[in-house]
């Protein structure tokens, strides 16, 4: 299993998401620590190893380093946001 690591701004951007859509991305980020690379994951062109999920209009994006065996939540964000700054 893969463990999971969120980097500081997430918190804050989680805590920004309406309560239905942050109990299943939570879910969802979850998930990741057992199959980090799920069916409905993409890897994002243009990053050495970032990799998107999605809900509805939310994005997870995300880094996997299989060395040390984590997951490293970037960024959560609705979709017309999530892209800025990559």
Do not use: C, W
């Not at 920004?16 to 057992?34: A, D, Y």
């Amino acid at each position: 299993m893969y463990k999971i690591l969120y980097k500081k701004t997430v918190e804050k951007e989680l805590r920004k998401l309406p309560k239905t859509i942050f109990v299943i991305v939570v879910s969802m980020i979850q998930t990741l620590s057992e199959n980090p690379r799920p069916n409905n994951s993409v890897k994002l062109r243009g990053a050495t190893n970032l990799y998107r999920i999605r809900h509805s209009d939310y994005r997870i994006i995300y880094s996997i380093n299989d060395q040390e065996i984590v997951i490293i939540v970037i960024k959560v964000a609705h979709r017309k946001e999530v892209y800025r700054g990559y």
